[in-house]
């Protein structure tokens, strides 16, 4: 990943999972700081502005700042952060699909996509199948996602995850049109991020240092509900039944991928958030296949 701003999937080091003590010390007076250095309308805007600077190559002003405490305080728009870049990818892609077939279309929206983002999740995957696939130890998995080149694990991973994204959304765009089509990517690229950010309230950052550490702070249940809240509206057309079963795949695809990352590292990496974003925006296309 090469993003404008830090970058949680590069972490810095390789050691032992910190204890939740070390992990949450002085948490309360670091609460207070930043609700009173947030709040207001401004200071949301600001939180929002920083999450979106974060995971995307939009530029941000310089008023915004930057600091680890603000990146804290701003996971909880992750998911709003969802919600711009696929309203944004799907207006670019309608509007491609009157010059083009929605075929051409719908790849220029997934390149875009990648570009908007910098392609920052898709890293997360390709590092993680990297890891996951080329190490059995939980020292040689971190130092794998440490690696900042490509192996064939994850370049294949990367293949399948982008043709399996076109050739569902081209389905989706078929079926539904491309209001359906627009409302699922929307919807997919919220309730993913929901997912991944939703492992911070299970589970331990397992480095000490990283660029990730500003972000590794147990999630509130109120900011994981605010989170969830952004999902909750598209899920239901083109077809609400496609829309509650995608959140109970969603529930099952958290809980058993909690379960192989506590076994395989007893906590998680940048790496496996952009991992989780990932599969969770591929079920959910699939399950909307599955419906249509």
């Known amino acids: 990943m090469t993003p404008s701003s830090p970058d949680p999937s590069r972490p810095a080091g390789d050691a032992d999972a910190p204890s939740s003590a070390l992990a949450t010390q002085d948490r309360p007076a670091r609460e207070g700081a930043c609700a009173g250095a947030f709040g207001g309308i401004r200071g949301q805007v600001r939180l929002f502005l920083t999450a979106l600077g974060f995971f995307t190559r939009v530029p941000i002003p310089p008023w915004v700042g930057h600091s680890p405490e603000q990146l804290n305080a701003a996971t909880r728009y992750f998911p709003l952060v969802g919600v711009f870049v696929g309203a944004l990818v799907a207006l670019l892609t309608v509007a491609m699909g009157r010059l083009w077939s929605p075929h051409l279309a719908i790849a220029l929206g997934l390149g875009i996509s990648v570009l908007l983002t910098g392609a920052f999740h898709e890293d997360g995957l390709a590092d993680s199948v990297d890891a996951f696939g080329g190490a059995f130890t939980r020292e040689r998995v971190l130092e794998i996602m440490h690696d900042s080149r490509i192996g064939t694990y994850g370049a294949v991973a990367l293949w399948l995850a982008l043709a399996v994204k076109w050739q569902a959304l081209v389905d989706i765009q078929a079926a539904a049109g491309w209001g359906g089509f627009a409302v699922v990517l929307i919807g997919a690229h919220a309730a993913s991020r929901s997912m991944a950010i939703s492992l911070l309230r299970s589970l331990d950052y397992v480095r000490p240092e990283g660029k990730a550490k500003p972000v590794a702070q147990r999630l509130h249940l109120r900011e994981l509900l605010f989170g969830v809240a952004c999902s909750v509206?598209?899920?239901?057309?083109?077809?609400w039944r496609a829309g509650v079963t995608g959140a109970v795949v969603l529930i099952a695809l958290r809980a058993g991928f909690i379960r192989y990352l506590r076994r395989r590292?007893?906590?998680?990496?940048?790496?496996t958030l952009g991992f989780a974003q990932q599969l969770g925006e591929l079920a959910l296309y699939l399950t909307v296949c599955a419906w249509i």
């Open 233 to 239: 509206p598209w899920w239901g057309w083109p077809d």
């Open 265 to 271: 590292l007893g906590g998680y990496t940048g790496d």
